[in-house]
């Protein structure tokens, strides 16, 4: 690729027309022979208990039943937690969930499977659990002990301000609520091997598992992933569904589909973090931050699954886009009685970051400063103060120019002041707007995860057959990774076919999360593609006699030395036939990055995602009720291979993250007991919370430094943190309510009812902080 | 006469099952009968529209095209109908229909398996209208989830079918879909199938005969409640009695004083109608649920499931209406106040059933409903809140005030209404009447709302009904 030449190809998703016609394949799709059986779960009804008796008696009579499992028929490791123990796949002797798996059932059809699951007997000695953030600080139940990072010398630098803050936040949980349930289709084959279809972000895990779990190899353990209809990180652990449907298959011998419905799928399954802090924060009087103390706690749920990296991740972000001299944190990784917490788009980052959003909110108030003032000064510079609290030097930062056109194309400041001319004039209606910048560390914490493998085939007729280790979730990975290597081989688009992920392919895959699944695959395809180019170069150059000392170029299905010309396919037929190899592994790793974790410090991430958005909001002060007037969004997505997909995960992410601080609310009873499982109950935004106005633009001077694909950067979890601003935005509003005098006390998410009661707050006794 | 087959239309063929199992879901039936697994089960209970499928219903000359939830639906509701499922759309030349190629065009799918359910929204939109209006749009889609476009694309997709001819292949075979579905009408659906057994009878005669013999059975009318049982409960109903086939129960009939309205009139048919009369009305009905859920769901249906959170339910208390019950012998009336005796049940003795709902018409007064939701699309009540004013000289002659989502049944505010009756029309005597709100209910704290919101915006509904009704205008974001 020559240095100009970046694909910038608006093509539609490669599966477009196959999601449109319904014919695109998910896992509980495929057809099943007559001899498949089916499965279902059975779950604790207590969330912290030992358990007395499982009598499963008239599980087993139960119509179309053929067997019924328990932690007894697990013939090696009872337990899925992909980094440390702690998910069982049943329970063995104690509960520590309610709807932790204690049996699965397989029968002839899924209904009579489901059935019979609710037959079981189970006698449980009752202990008392614990919820809540809250809960478990006071009985300091953790997972790890307390993690503690400085940088400087934030109590001196606070005690010195000329202003303090201090108070706490929250932020709450979030179910991914991907459209596809969790699903599994296990067949024997010989020797005890499986082929297993799963619904999974992470198919080298997965297989992993299940060969520990059957006490085997994994190379007995085969996992295909065709596509998954939405992951948001719900799917990158969670591997019970596949674990229990294998076991299901091992032990009947037979093929077994296993498809949690909506309802166990919510309650069987792990969500997004609730993070809380305490904060206290000096700041001098133009509202520039002196140093910052901090205490992040957040509820992991019963077991440690992917937390210790999801809280590094938040301490990594609590930055934002702002430079911290002197800070301190204290992560608490709260152990409760509910599913364990997990991976969710922006994994963690996006809670750090909210903590800091507030405080510079609450910062702006008390000076009573426009919000997007004190953000611009506390922002990263690009020669000085340009190392963050881990000891990164940020050599990308494009924030700042962002931010100035984004105020100037969304009309900023006058529709700040229109707003407040707005809310004088209404009572019942109150207008708020806010601009929130991100910037996102992309690269996986953990170091060894930063690889990938790929395989590419070119078949004698020219086409060609690609696999990688990501996997397609919507994104649109495999139309971006078919876009770069049919470039790369100067073919049209359609030339390249990516199918099903499988580890039968390429082996030792990480998971398709932390944004990087184009970045890593997409560079491992590139390799593949590089060294059958070479085969092909040597060949050629040989047969026909060439002298030429410069890269060729693909083009229009030409390989060009200079002024040589040949047809791509009559050389690929050509090259078969003198013995030249036409098949490729390829592998990346990314460079550069290093991450002492006991010191944290060290470059974490090869690269940072920056962006920015303008909210604006109405809310009604009797209901609480609220719209989302028009949103702005500049966002720097490098140079993307396909437009239109980033445009996709931008506003997508957006409507997501708006979920999450709006109407999106997880809610448990004290004994456990999670309420909010079905849409009926658990409100995803529908497409009347869309913007009314939505206004997506990328950032036209984007590129990425680092060598990525195309230069681009990735757009899979940055874009769900620009729907900060809608959060501030209704703050503002509410604000305006008692004429911007007080900072309101508002927590995510801002429901109606949280937006109602922080504005009759507004009238109680609390400080004033300004005349 | 009678007939024990299911028969309808499906890729131009004519399917008869026989005596097939009444609790099979139409969902299920597609994706493991029929084998065609682009419909998708996202929830099973009606609240993604993943397992959106179109049918075909005939209206006189004309085919209705309904969106349906099939994962609420039960195999015997297919009679008479063509079904027309993701699959079904594209052409036999191999080519897309239009709304499956402008959702491809304007990247309106992701993961893609919402898409289904969305494609089969918009084809209904399509068939149904000339032109498609924003609002048109978001109705069209409101009981449809995604998780991955934030929905952008989708509009815009569904926006440039306005600019498009609306002509499609079934526009084409229009006749002759219109004589199969006519040919396979016949009346009066009984199957029987091992234990459970499915009447759908078309006269009340029929109907008291059926009841009569099988007093144990379960009324459907409508079903996206009733299907619940099956779908979440994993229990089997066994005798079901349809009452959608009774083309007397299915009317709206009006004179100077009052609108009756036959028991099986579907909530998407009533709130057009309700419109002219109660504009309020009309919108908290267009709040009900999606278009999936009001083209099956019924006026009765709603009533007789009695639950504190049904949206109709509080207006239809502000406005006094009246149920009328039919019994073996006679019809009786009773005053919906009365109607409710608790936490989802009603004075419906066994072997009755809804008749019709008279609602009066009230020229003089102002009618305010609010519906108060977390999410504003395809919601459940937190509270909902409805208020009837006669006023006379800036005077409250009367008022009635209804409030769903304060207690265990939709409820009049009594102490409320006995504060304002006969006062004038002020902010103090608002304020005022709404202490009373404490006095009337004592709402719970659930998932969706505490009991303290409850209170408090029940209070505020009432001043805002006030403020609307001083300033002439409405003060409302949405």
Not at chain 2, 226 to 231: A, E, K, R
Not at chain 2, 268 to 282: Q, T, V
């Amino acid at each position: 690729m020559s240095k100009e030449d970046y694909i910038n190809n608006i093509i539609p998703h490669d599966s477009a027309f196959k999601h449109v016609d319904g014919s695109a394949e998910y896992t509980d799709d495929i057809i099943e022979s007559d001899q498949t059986l089916f499965g279902a779960i059975g779950w604790s009804k207590k969330s912290h208990a030992i358990i007395k008796k499982i009598d499963l008696k008239n599980v087993r009579s139960s119509d179309g039943v053929i067997s019924v499992l328990t932690h007894l028929d697990i013939p090696g490791r009872n337990d899925v937690g992909p980094v440390f123990d702690g998910d069982p796949i049943f329970a063995k002797k104690k509960v520590e969930f309610y709807g932790q798996p204690l049996f699965a059932v397989v029968a002839t059809s899924t209904e009579l499977a489901r059935k019979a699951v609710l037959k079981a007997r189970i006698e449980y000695k009752e202990l008392k659990p614990i919820i809540t953030i809250q809960d478990s600080l006071k009985k300091k139940k953790l997972h790890f002990k307390i993690r503690k990072i400085k940088k400087g010398n934030p109590s001196k630098k606070i005690s010195k301000s000329k202003n303090h803050l201090k108070g706490n936040f929250t932020t709450g949980s979030q179910e991914h609520f991907y459209l596809e349930g969790q699903t599994a289709f296990a067949i024997p084959k010989e020797d005890n091997n499986l082929l297993v279809y799963s619904s999974t972000q992470h198919p080298s895990e997965a297989q992993q598992l299940i060969a520990k779990m059957l006490n085997q190899k994994s190379n007995s353990i085969t996992v295909l992933v065709r596509r998954i209809g939405g992951g948001f990180g719900g799917k990158e652990t969670n591997f019970m569904t596949a674990a229990i449907c294998s076991l299901l298959a091992f032990k009947t011998k037979k093929p077994v589909k296993l498809r949690l419905d909506r309802d166990d799928d919510i309650i069987l399954t792990g969500k997004r973090h609730e993070f809380y802090s305490e904060y206290e924060v000096g700041f001098d009087n133009q509202g520039l931050i002196n140093g910052l103390k901090l205490k992040l706690a957040s509820n992991c749920g019963m077991s440690p699954d992917l937390s210790y990296a999801i809280n590094e991740r938040a301490l990594l972000h609590i930055d934002n886009a702002y430079h911290l001299s002197d800070i301190e944190i204290e992560n608490h990784l709260c152990k409760t009685n509910i599913s364990t917490s997990t991976a969710f788009r922006g994994f963690g980052g996006n809670q750090g970051m909210m903590s800091i959003e507030n405080i510079i909110d609450n910062i702006s108030r008390y000076l009573n400063k426009d919000p997007s003032e004190i953000r611009k000064l506390n922002f990263y510079k690009n020669n000085t103060k340009n190392i963050t609290h881990y000891g990164m030097k940020i050599e990308d930062n494009v924030i700042d120019d962002i931010f100035e056109k984004l105020i100037k194309s969304s009309n900023y400041k006058k529709r700040y002041a229109e707003i407040k001319k707005f809310n004088k004039q209404n009572k019942f209606k109150k207008k708020g707007i806010a601009i929130t910048p991100i910037k996102f560390g992309i690269s996986f914490t953990t170091l060894h995860l930063n690889q990938a493998g790929a395989l590419v085939h070119i078949y004698t007729d020219g086409s060609i057959y690609l696999n990688h280790g990501g996997i397609e979730m919507g994104q649109g990975t495999h139309t971006k990774i078919a876009q770069l290597v049919s470039h790369s081989l100067g073919l049209p688009f359609g030339k390249v076919k990516i199918s099903s992920t499988n580890t039968s392919k390429v082996p030792n895959t990480s998971a398709s999360a932390a944004s990087s699944t184009t970045d890593l695959n997409g560079a491992a395809a590139l390799n593949a593609v590089s060294k059958i180019k070479k085969n092909l170069e040597i060949f050629i150059k040989k047969k026909y006699r060439i002298f030429y000392n410069k890269e060729p170029i693909y083009k229009d299905e030409q390989i060009i030395f200079g002024n040589r010309n040949f047809n791509f396919f009559k050389i690929i037929k050509e090259a078969y036939l003198n013995r030249v190899s036409l098949s490729s592994t390829g592998f990346y790793k990314t460079p550069k990055i290093k991450f002492d974790k006991e010191k944290f410090l060290g470059r974490p991430f090869l690269y940072f995602c920056y962006g920015a958005s303008v909210s604006e909001v109405t809310i009604d002060t009797l209901t609480g009720e609220n719209t989302v007037d028009r949103v702005d969004i500049l966002h720097d997505a490098g140079k993307p291979i396909n437009p239109a997909l980033e445009i996709g995960q931008i506003e997508g992410g957006f409507v997501q993250g708006q979920g999450w601080l709006t109407i999106e609310e997880l809610k448990w009873k004290s004994n456990g007991q999670i309420t909010t499982f079905s849409p009926s109950t658990y409100k995803i935004p529908a497409v009347s919370d869309m913007p009314r106005k939505f206004n997506v633009e990328i950032y036209k001077d984007g590129i990425n430094k680092e060598k990525v694909v195309n230069k681009a950067k990735t757009t899979g979890e940055p874009p769900l943190m620009l729907a900060m601003s809608v959060f501030y935005a209704i703050k503002d509003a509410i604000a305006s309510v008692d004429n911007y005098r007080k900072i309101p006390i508002l927590d995510a998410p801002a429901t109606p009812e949280k937006i109602l009661m922080s504005i009759k707050n507004l009238s109680k006794k609390q400080k004033i902080y300004k005349n | 006469m009678s007939i024990n087959k299911v028969q309808f239309l499906f890729n131009d063929k004519v399917f008869k099952l026989d005596n097939p199992d009444p609790n099979q879901t139409l969902l299920n039936f597609i994706r493991t009968k029929l084998k065609k697994t682009g419909t998708k089960e996202g929830c099973a209970e009606g609240g993604c529209g993943a397992c959106t499928v179109v049918v075909g219903e005939l209206d006189k000359d004309k085919i209705l095209y309904k969106s349906i939830n099939s994962c609420i639906t039960f195999v015997p509701f297919l009679h008479g109908k063509q079904l027309l499922v993701v699959e079904n759309l594209k052409n036999n030349d191999g080519s897309h229909h239009p709304v499956q190629e402008a959702m491809v065009k304007f990247h309106g799918s992701q993961c893609g398996f919402c898409t289904p359910g969305f494609v089969m929204s918009l084809f209904s939109m399509y068939k149904n209208h000339k032109t498609y209006s924003s609002d048109i749009i978001k109705d069209t889609i409101s009981g449809n989830l995604c998780r991955c476009t934030g929905y952008r694309p989708i509009i815009d997709a569904a926006k440039s079918l306005n600019k498009i001819k609306n002509y499609d292949k079934f526009t084409k075979n229009k006749i002759k879909t219109i004589n199969i579905l006519k040919k396979i009408n016949s009346k009066n659906l009984y199957i029987f199938n091992n234990n459970k057994k499915y009447f759908s009878p078309s006269t009340i005669i029929e109907l008291k005969k059926i009841i009569k013999k099988n007093p144990n059975s379960q009324l459907l009318n409508g079903g996206t409640d009733l299907s619940l049982v099956v779908t979440k409960e994993r229990k089997d109903i066994n005798t079901i009695i349809n009452l959608k086939d009774i083309n007397e129960l299915d009317f709206i009939k009006t004179n100077k004083n009052y609108i009756e309205v036959g028991s099986t009139t579907s909530l998407i048919k009533f709130e057009n109608f309700i419109l002219k009369y109660y504009p309020d009305f009309n919108s908290i009905l267009k709040r009900y649920g999606s278009v999936q859920v009001r083209n099956v769901g019924s006026i009765g249906g709603n009533i007789a499931t009695a639950s504190p959170i049904g949206d109709t339910l509080p207006i239809l208390l502000s406005l006094n209406a009246e149920i009328i019950i039919q019994n073996k012998n006679k019809k009786i009336n009773i005053p919906i106040k009365k109607f409710f005796t608790g936490y989802r049940k009603t004075k419906l003795k066994k072997g009755e059933f809804i008749y019709s709902i008279k609602i009066p018409i009230y020229k003089k007064n102002i009618l305010k409903a609010y519906k108060i939701s977390k999410r504003f699309d395809d919601d459940i009540s937190s509270i909902c809140g409805s208020f009837n004013l006669e006023i006379i000289n800036k005077k409250i002659k009367k008022i009635m005030i209804a409030y769903g989502g304060m207690a265990e049944i939709p409820k009049r505010a009594i102490n409320c209404e006995k504060m304002l009756n006969n006062k004038a029309l002020t902010l103090v005597n608002f304020e005022n009447a709404t202490k009373y709100i404490e006095k009337d209910f004592k709402p719970i704290d659930d998932m969706r709302a505490t009991k303290d919101y409850r209170i408090e915006v029940a209070k505020n509904l009432l001043l805002k009904c006030f403020l609307e009704i001083k300033s002439n205008k409405l003060i409302r974001i949405n």
